[in-house]
C-alpha cells in the first residue's frame, strides 16, 4: 500500500538539493535568533490565570466594577521587613532608619500606590513581640500583570539598605516571590543545559563511535530549540506564555530533537553498512525511521494537547512550548537531516572513537541484546509477571501521594525571599503579604444587617488561632464599601504560608462554613478570593480535568497506534505498559521527596508535597515519550513481521536491531532531565527525577522485558485487527527488506 506520509520522497528530496535546504534552515536559525534576542524577555510572564472563572477570579471581577480606589485589579502588596538584633522599635534610631525607609519608597510613586508603617498606625499586628522586628506594607501599582516592572526599583531599593550592620532588610510578597523563582530557574536552566549537552555528546560518541556522527544529532537538536523559542515569542505576542515555558522548551527540545535525529542517522548508517547507495540509504532511512519519527512525534503531540484541555495559562504555555518544540524538531530531522546526510555521505563516520568505532557489516543476530532477546523470550510468563510485579510495586507508594503547592519554603534557603518567610512565619505571618480578600456584593452593604454580618465574621475570626499572626494578633477585617455602597471588601489574615494545607483548609471552611453562618440572612453574596483562594481554585481544577485529560491522550493515542500498527492488541498493551511506567514514576517521586527516601544520595530537597501540576504535566510528556521507544521498537517488528510473517524472529529481531540504540536515547533523555533535577527549585527537581526514571524503566523493564515478552507470548495474536476496522488508514512505517543484501555502492558514492 502506498504510503499515507511519504517521509521517504521528502528526505529524497531534500537530499537531492542539500545546499538549498540547509541554506533556508541556516537562514530560518539566524532570522529566529533576531526574533528571541528582540522580544522573548517581554512575553514572559510569571501571572498565572485560570481561565474558567473559578470562585476567586469572579471575586476579583466584581471588585473590578466596585469603583473602589486600588481594586480595578487584584492588588500585589509587599511587605518590607526591617529587623534589629541590637534595639527595638522604640529606640529613636530605629524609627529614623525605618522612616526614612517609608519616604524612599513613596519616592517611588510611579511603582508603589500605597506604603505605611507602624509608627503611622501603632497596628500591633505589624510588630513582633519582642519588638526588634517591624513591617511596612506596600501595594504596588497595577496588577500582577505589570508586578515584575514595578518590582525591580523595589527591589533596588532594598539592596540600598542592605549591609548596615544594624539593621537586616528584606522584602516579601508575591512579586519578590516570583522574582525569586524565575532568577533560579534562569539558572536551573544554564545548569540543565550544560549537563544535557555535555553528557548528551558523550552518549553519543558511545552509541555512534563517530565524532562527526555524533554531532549532527547535537547540533540539530540546539537548532531545533532555536526556531522553537522564535515561534513561542511570536506566540507570546498574542498570549503571554509562563515565564518557565523556555525550560520547558530547552529541555524537551534536547530529548526529543536528539532522539529523532540519532534514530534516523543510525539507520542511515545501517544501510550504508548492508551496501545500499547513498541516496536509497537516505530514501529508506526516510520509509523506515523518518517515518518512526513522524508518528513518534504525532503521539507526543496528542498527549501534550491533553494539557490545553485544561483551562489554566501555566499548562497551556507549558504544552503549547512542548508542542513547538517537538514539531520543530520533527521538520530538523524530516529535512535538513537528510540533506546534512546527503551532504557528509560516509564521512558522518569521520573521526572515529577508539573501541566504539562501527566499520562494515555489523552482525546484528550477535551480541549481548540478541542473547538477552532469547533469555526474555525463552521464559515469558516469568518476564512478563517480574516486570509487572516490580512496577507495580514502585506504584504503591502513588496511593499517599500530597498534592500541593510549592510556596517560599521551596526556595533555596541562601534567598532573600526564604529568609523573609522565615521571619514572616515566625514573628508574624505570611497572610499579612498576601491576605484573602472577602468580597461581598448588596442593595446596600452599608445596611444593619450587612455589617451585623461583618460582626458576626470578626468574632468567629477572633476566636480561630489560623486567622491570628504569630504574636497572637488578630487584624480586625474591616468591611471597604465602593461609591455605590454595592460592593465591599474584607482583607482576612490567614496564618502561615498561602500555599500550605492549612491555609487552603482555612479558606475551605471560610466558604464552605464560617461565612455562611456569618452571613445567613443578611441578603448578601459572598465570594473569597486572593492567592489562598486561587490556590484552592487551582487544586479543584486539577482535580476536575485530570480524569478528561487521560481519557483524551489515551484515546487518541490509542486510534493513531492501532492505524500505525494495523492492531488493536499492540496499542492496547503499549498503553497498558507505558500506564504502569507512569505509575512507577509517581510512586518513585513520593518515596523519594515525599517519603525522603534517599534524599540525601541524590541531594535533593525534602518537600512535604508533590506539586499538584506535575502528575497531569508528568502523565502528558511521559506517555508520549514512552511511545517514542514502543514506536521506533514496533515499527522495527512490525517491519520484520510483515517481510517473514514469524512474530517470533521478527520480536527477536526488532529488540536486538534496536537496543543499542534505544539505550541511548534512553541514556540522552534522562542526562537532560537530571540537569534539570539538580537545579535548587524543588518543581524542577521533582520535574526532572520524574521524567528521567520514568523514561529509564521504560527503556529497561518495559522494552526489553516487558513488551518482548507479551509479544512472544501473544504470537500472531499481536496483530489482531477486525475486519470492520479494516477500512482505517494504513499508517504502517514501509520499507525494503531490512536485512536483506544490498548492492554494495558504486565507485565513487560516498
Given at each position: ?12 528530496a ?10 533556508i ?7 529566529s535568533?533576531g ?8 512575553v ?17 471581577d ?11 485589579q ?12 541590637t534595639?527595638?522599635v ?9 522612616d ?9 510613586d510611579?511603582h ?29 501599582r ?5 508586578a515584575e ?13 542592605q549591609?548596615?550592620?544594624d539593621?537586616?532588610?528584606l ?15 534562569e539558572?536551573?536552566?544554564q ?21 562527526v556522527a555524533?554531532l ?15 515561534a ?33 542517522v543510525?539507520?542511515?548508517r ?7 547507495a ?12 523518518s517515518?518512526?519519527?513522524l ?13 490545553l ?9 507549558i504544552?503549547?512550548?512542548?508542542i ?5 524538531a ?8 537528510p ?39 525463552g ?9 509487572t ?51 461581598v ?8 444587617s ?16 489560623r ?19 454595592d ?13 500550605s ?12 462554613t464560617?461565612?455562611?453562618q456569618?452571613?445567613?440572612g ?36 490509542f ?25 512507577a ?26 506539586e ?20 521506533f ?6 517491519e520484520r ?8 524472529d521478527?520480536v527477536?529481531?526488532g ?5 543499542n ?19 535548587d527549585l524543588?518543581?524542577f ?17 518495559v ?6 515478552s ?5 504470537g500472531?495474536?499481536n496483530?489482531y ?19 536483506a ?9 560516498d
Amino acid at each position: 500500500m502506498a504510503s499515507f506520509v511519504s517521509t521517504g520522497g521528502l528526505a529524497r528530496a531534500s537530499a537531492r538539493r542539500p545546499w538549498l535546504v540547509v541554506g533556508i534552515w541556516i537562514g530560518l536559525v539566524v532570522a529566529s535568533i533576531g526574533i528571541v534576542s528582540a522580544g522573548l524577555s517581554g512575553v514572559l510572564t510569571t501571572e498565572q490565570k485560570l481561565t474558567n472563572n473559578p470562585e476567586s477570579q469572579r471575586a476579583i471581577d466584581v471588585l473590578a466594577t466596585s469603583g473602589i480606589p486600588g481594586r480595578e485589579q487584584l492588588p500585589v502588596l509587599e511587605v518590607f521587613i526591617v529587623r534589629s538584633e541590637t534595639m527595638t522599635v522604640d529606640a529613636p534610631r530605629f524609627k529614623q532608619f525605618a522612616d526614612a525607609l517609608l519616604a524612599d519608597a513613596r519616592a517611588l510613586d510611579e511603582h508603589i500606590a500605597s506604603a505605611t508603617s507602624y509608627f503611622e498606625t501603632s497596628a500591633p499586628t505589624l510588630v513582633s513581640a519582642d519588638k526588634r522586628t517591624m513591617l511596612l506594607p506596600v501595594t504596588l501599582r497595577d496588577g500582577p500583570g505589570q508586578a515584575e516592572e514595578h518590582f525591580k526599583p523595589i527591589q533596588a531599593l532594598i539592596a540600598s539598605r542592605q549591609g548596615n550592620p544594624d539593621f537586616e532588610v528584606l522584602t516579601f510578597g508575591l512579586a519578590s516571590v516570583n522574582e525569586q523563582f524565575k532568577t533560579i530557574a534562569e539558572e536551573d536552566l544554564q545548569t540543565g543545559e550544560s549537563i544535557g549537552v555535555s553528557v548528551a555528546l558523550v552518549i553519543l560518541l558511545l552509541v555512534f563511535g563517530a565524532v562527526v556522527a555524533a554531532l549532527v544529532p547535537l547540533v540539530l537538536g540546539i537548532m531545533s530549540i532555536i526556531v522553537a523559542l522564535a515561534a513561542a515569542t511570536l506566540v507570546g505576542q498574542i498570549w503571554p506564555l509562563q515565564f518557565f515555558v523556555t525550560n520547558v522548551i530547552f529541555m524537551i527540545g534536547l530529548a526529543v530533537g536528539i532522539d529523532y535525529a540519532l534514530f534516523i542517522v543510525e539507520r542511515f548508517r545501517e544501510e550504508r553498512r548492508h551496501g545500499l547507495a547513498k541516496l536509497e540509504a537516505i530514501a529508506l532511512a526516510g520509509n523506515t525511521a523518518s517515518r518512526a519519527v513522524l508518528f513518534s512525534g504525532l503521539t507526543v503531540v496528542i498527549a501534550l494537547a491533553g494539557m490545553l484541555i485544561v483551562p489554566n495559562n501555566v499548562f497551556r504555555a507549558i504544552a503549547g512550548g512542548s508542542i513547538i518544540v517537538v514539531i520543530a524538531a520533527l521538520f530538523t530531522s524530516l529535512t535538513l537531516l537528510p540533506a546534512v546526510l546527503s551532504l557528509l555521505g560516509d564521512r558522518v563516520n569521520k573521526l572515529g572513537v577508539p573501541f566504539f568505532s562501527k566499520r562494515g557489516q555489523v552482525d546484528e543476530s550477535r551480541g549481548f541484546w540478541a542473547g538477552a532477546a532469547r533469555v526474555v523470550m525463552g521464559h515469558s510468563w516469568v518476564s512478563v509477571i517480574g516486570a509487572t510485579a516490580l512496577l507495580v510495586a514502585l506504584t504503591i507508594p502513588y496511593f499517599t501521594i500530597n498534592l500541593g503547592l510549592a510556596g517560599a519554603e521551596a526556595l533555596p534557603e541562601n534567598t532573600g525571599a526564604y529568609r523573609a518567610n522565615e521571619i514572616l512565619a515566625r514573628e508574624f505571618s505570611q497572610g499579612l503579604a498576601q491576605p484573602t480578600d472577602v468580597v461581598v456584593t448588596a442593595a446596600d452593604v452599608t445596611a444593619a444587617s450587612v455589617q451585623a454580618a461583618v460582626a458576626k465574621l470578626n468574632g468567629t475570626l477572633r476566636a480561630d488561632p489560623r486567622f491570628a499572626t504569630s504574636n497572637g494578633q488578630v487584624a480586625e477585617a474591616k468591611l471597604l464599601a465602593g461609591p455605590r455602597r454595592d460592593i465591599g471588601v474584607l482583607s482576612v489574615v490567614i496564618q502561615g504560608d498561602p500555599a500550605s494545607d492549612a491555609s487552603l483548609d482555612a479558606v475551605r471552611e471560610l466558604r464552605s462554613t464560617i461565612i455562611p453562618q456569618a452571613f445567613e440572612g443578611s441578603g448578601a453574596e459572598v465570594l473569597v478570593s486572593g492567592l489562598s483562594a486561587a490556590n484552592l481554585d487551582f487544586l479543584d481544577q486539577v482535580e476536575r480535568y485530570t480524569p478528561v485529560v487521560f481519557a483524551f491522550v489515551l484515546t487518541l493515542s490509542f486510534i493513531l497506534l492501532m492505524m500505525v500498527f494495523r492492531s488493536i492488541v499492540v496499542p492496547l498493551k503499549a498503553i497498558f505498559a507505558n500506564l504502569l511506567s507512569v505509575g512507577a514514576a509517581y510512586g518513585l517521586l513520593v518515596l523519594v521527596f515525599q517519603e525522603g527516601f534517599l534524599i540525601d544520595v541524590f541531594r535533593f530537597q525534602r518537600s512535604p508535597v508533590i506539586e499538584a501540576w506535575l502528575p497531569l504535566y508528568l502523565f502528558t510528556i511521559l506517555f508520549g515519550l514512552s511511545m517514542d521507544y514502543h514506536v521506533f521498537l514496533l515499527s522495527r517488528i512490525r517491519e520484520r513481521f510483515d517481510q517473514t510473517g514469524d512474530n517470533a524472529d521478527s520480536v527477536a529481531f526488532g529488540l536486538h536491531s534496536t537496543a543499542n540504540i534505544i539505550t541511548g536515547a534512553a541514556l540522552i533523555m534522562v542526562a537532560v532531565f537530571a540537569g534539570f533535577a539538580l537545579g535548587d527549585l524543588v518543581m524542577f527537581q521533582q520535574m526532572g527525577f520524574g521524567l528521567g526514571v520514568a523514561v529509564l524503566l521504560d527503556a529497561t523493564i518495559v522494552r526489553t522485558i516487558l513488551v518482548p515478552s507479551a509479544m512472544e507470548l501473544l504470537g500472531k495474536r499481536n496483530w489482531y485487527l477486525p475486519n470492520w476496522l479494516r477500512w482505517l488508514p494504513d499508517l504502517r512505517v514501509e520499507g525494503g527488506p531490512a536485512s536483506a543484501p544490498r548492492p554494495m555502492p558504486a565507485a565513487g558514492d560516498d
